[in-house]
């Protein structure tokens, strides 16, 4: 597996850098060798948080996890990954290695539930610029806010980042 580590507000330590590959390197029983990992590390005030997505052929899992260091904050997020392997393994079995998921889990946790759709909303979408998408999702008070663009007419999702700002989701079909 292909390990990248990206920064941002940090400089990686090569003690730190040698922990997070050598942790990391844990997973490639799951995964051939052109699977990709990267870690996105980011101090956000006090907090250390750490990203890691891992792209193996086409499919994407993806965690995160806040804490006061990374060297913490990596013990946290692997049993997550982890977890969504085998959560997700009736999709991924015919994509991983032969016989990875009949091996014990490396990190032995509690499976958590599983998540259920208990709700089903519909709702008629207007078309609508951007700037009042926006406007309309801060007069809401949700964590996101889906719309129809007007210009590129497609359906689009804004939404509520840790951080306090608006991310834009843009599908793209492939």
């Known amino acids: 597996m292909r390990i990248e580590i990206v920064a941002k507000n940090y400089q990686v330590k090569d003690q730190l850098q040698e922990v997070i590959e050598k942790k990391v390197a844990r997973l490639d029983k799951y995964f051939e060798e052109d699977a990709t990992c990267r870690i ?34 990596i013990d946290v997020l692997l049993p997550k990954i982890e977890r969504q392997i085998y959560k997700y393994r009736s999709k991924f079995e015919a994509k991983l290695r032969a016989g990875a998921l009949k091996q014990e889990m490396i990190y032995e946790e509690k499976i958590e539930n ?34 129809f663009d007007k210009d590129s007419e497609k359906t689009k999702v804004l939404y509520l980042r840790d951080d306090g700002n608006i991310g834009l989701i843009d599908p793209v079909i492939r």
């Open 40 to 73: 996105y590390l980011k101090v956000e005030k006090r907090d250390s948080k750490m990203e890691l997505s891992i792209n193996y052929k086409g499919t994407f899992i993806r965690a995160e996890a806040k804490g006061d260091n990374f060297y913490d904050t």
């Open 114 to 147: 599983d998540f259920k759709l208990v709700k089903t909303k519909k709702f008629e979408l207007s078309p609508m610029s951007l700037d009042e998408a926006i406007e309309e999702f801060e007069l809401t008070g949700h964590s996101f806010f889906v719309y």
